[in-house]
């Protein structure tokens, strides 16, 4: 699968190693410098190569967008055109300081980007753990009892591409149903992000959900 990452900083950067490494051909885009992602994709693997956001869109299955919530007008703007295309944001809507939500409760992140992108097809995925957990994860990928990770939408064809590349990082999918529900997920990322950066045993942090028989 073809996959452009718009945002190759803490998350995209490891989100697509991890990905180029399950095998897809993976696009970095949009880092602090051309050289980064020139790094990026030779520390990668030898599928993954550096690109603009408009070379990340072109023909890709699906996009990660990662960038921070102030840098969306300027990253989708080099995107251009978003029309049918599979969108998985794992940004959460964060001030500047990164100390709160700016949208909660009544709507989500999420779903203002499925507003402002109304042709895109929209998932939440990948922000409820924290980056620093993805590479010893992908690592153990073949235990039986994987991580589970949250993922929600309204396409039900993105949520099935989605599901699967939460699969090949090492995960296992949680459909939570519709996008509407990004406004509990997003909400519990910052909790997470908490216990991962606050707390006194580190962020290399996943959790998982257990249904048990009674």
Not at 72 to 84: E, M, N, Y
Not at 117 to 124: C, D, E, T, Y
Not at 190 to 198: I, Q, R
Request: with cysteine.
């Amino acid at each position: 699968m073809r996959i452009g990452i718009l945002g190759s900083g803490l998350m995209g950067g490891k989100l697509g190693t991890v990905l180029a490494q399950a095998g897809h051909e993976v696009v970095f885009s949009y880092a602090r410098s051309q050289e980064k992602l020139k790094q990026l994709a030779h520390d990668a693997h030898p599928s993954a190569r550096a690109g603009t956001p408009r070379e990340a869109v072109q023909a890709a299955d699906a996009l990660l967008l990662g960038v921070h919530w102030s840098r969306f007008d300027d990253v989708l703007h080099q995107a251009g055109d978003l029309s049918g295309k599979v969108l998985i944001t794992c940004s959460l809507p964060m001030t500047e300081d990164n100390s709160a939500l700016v949208i909660g409760h009544t709507s989500s992140g999420a779903e203002a980007l499925a507003q402002r992108l109304p042709k895109a097809r929209i998932v939440s995925a990948f922000n409820t753990i924290p980056s620093e957990v993805l590479f010893e994860v992908f690592e153990n990928r073949e235990q039986s009892k994987r991580p589970s990770l949250l993922y929600c939408g309204d396409d039900t064809g993105a949520k099935k591409l989605t599901a699967g590349l939460i699969r090949d990082v090492g995960f296992d999918p949680i459909d939570t149903g519709a996008l509407s529900m990004a406004r509990y997920s997003e909400p519990f990322a910052l909790l997470v992000g908490h216990l991962a950066y606050e707390g006194s045993k580190g962020p290399q942090l996943a959790y998982r959900f257990n249904w048990h028989q009674g």
